[in-house]
């Protein structure tokens, strides 16, 4: 091969790759408002019309509510994202309250879309990640009131209240629609089951004991 048409290939390989997004695509107007009835599928949600845009598509109330924590792991994440804004449509960007119960935490879980950054509004935090193979390396930390921390991207975290009373966080993404895979409940819990062999060999244990945790979910 000719090094002028390698140099071409090498230039051509350059260009396209510099075309991955770290975060949501930038918006080409104003703003999209999400339009839910619209039944086209796009990457995101079609817009609707300019004109018939208010001021409330922009709008969300009820941040200052705690979430009801009476749960198995007692927390609740109340969200604040495309779905519940339709304003946030293209702009990359969403919101997030938890609230923690005493000991109770925000389980095991990635955001495929998003970073995060979470601060404490009350209370006392232990934060995590875990980096990916093969280092899987722990990062953790307590957080006190008026304290942030950053969950990159697509990594594993969890959150515990390791105090005595409520703990409330403000979390921000970097994604209209961050997603949530909570790492339990998706391989315990899927529909149909992952066969329970294939879990047992993964997690080395036997299958009574997966499908024992799998009833949990
Ligand atoms: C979607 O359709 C419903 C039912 O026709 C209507 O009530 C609602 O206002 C529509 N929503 C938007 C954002 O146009
Ligand atoms: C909180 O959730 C629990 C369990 O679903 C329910 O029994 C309880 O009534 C809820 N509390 C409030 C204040 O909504």
């Known amino acids: 091969m000719a090094s002028s048409q390698l140099i071409l290939i090498l230039a051509v390989f350059v260009a396209t790759s510099s075309l991955v997004f770290a975060s949501d695509p930038s918006p080409l ?6 339009d839910p009835n619209c039944t086209v599928k796009v990457n995101g949600v079609v817009c609707k019309d300019p004109k018939v845009v208010t001021v409330d ?20 994440v109340t969200a604040a994202n495309v779905v519940q804004i339709p304003g946030l449509n293209t702009l990359g960007i969403s919101l997030a309250r938890i609230d923690y119960a005493p000991w109770g935490i925000n389980p095991p879980h990635t955001h495929p879309r998003a970073s995060e950054i979470l601060t404490v509004l009350e209370g006392t935090l232990l ?14 930390k307590v957080l006190y009131k008026g304290d942030a921390f950053v969950f990159p991207v697509g990594l594993i975290h969890f959150q515990q209240n390791i105090g005595y009373g409520p703990v409330v966080a403000l979390a921000a993404l970097s994604s209209q629609n961050p997603g949530v895979i909570t ?19 993964a997690f080395q244990v036997d299958e009574a004991t997966i499908t024992k945790i799998q009833s949990k979910f």
């Open 127 to 140: 934060v995590g990640f875990v980096s990916s193979n093969p280092e899987n390396r722990l990062f953790t």
């Open 29 to 34: 107007q104003d703003f999209c408002v999400a």
């Open 183 to 201: 790492i339990a409940n998706a391989v315990f819990g899927s529909n149909p089951d992952i066969p329970a062999n294939i879990l047992a060999k």
């Open 57 to 76: 598509d922009f709008f969300f109330s009820g941040l200052d509510k705690a979430g009801n924590t009476s749960n198995a792991v007692g927390s609740k």
